[in-house]
């Protein structure tokens, strides 16, 4: 069983920045993808990001140019570096990541944009 665990939450300013970690129990190349899912109160969970192992990334366009997705081979570890962040970004942030057929999330870390 694939374990994914996230940290870097919390609260900042409209504006500031945080960086989300997830480190996965299993080799980042054993996943076809990982990324980044958001779910804020009342809404679906949407996907904000998310790389290859090869490291090609996508983006939501409600992130495109502030946030960026990172890997990191030693430690198993995916990055979300979040900029110029707003109060819309506000939400529970989940890690993902994906094989054939399998999905394995993480438990979610808060992230909330307000002054």
């Known amino acids: 069983q694939v374990q994914l665990v996230e940290s870097g939450g919390g609260l900042v300013q409209p504006g500031g920045s945080l960086r989300l970690s997830c480190a996965a129990s299993a080799s980042i190349f054993s996943f076809n993808y990982m990324g980044w899912y958001r779910q804020a109160p009342g809404k679906e969970r949407e996907l904000v990001a998310r790389?290859?192992?090869?490291?090609?990334?996508n983006y939501a366009d409600s992130v495109k140019g502030r946030f960026t997705i990172s890997l990191r081979n030693a430690g198993n570890t995916v990055y979300l570096q979040m900029s110029s962040l707003k109060p819309e970004d506000t939400a529970v942030y989940y890690c993902?990541?994906?094989?054939?057929?399998?999905?394995?999330w993480g438990q979610g870390t808060q992230v909330t944009v307000s002054s």
């Open positions: 993902n990541a994906q094989r054939t057929l399998r999905d394995f």
């Open positions: 790389i290859t192992n090869g490291g090609s990334a």
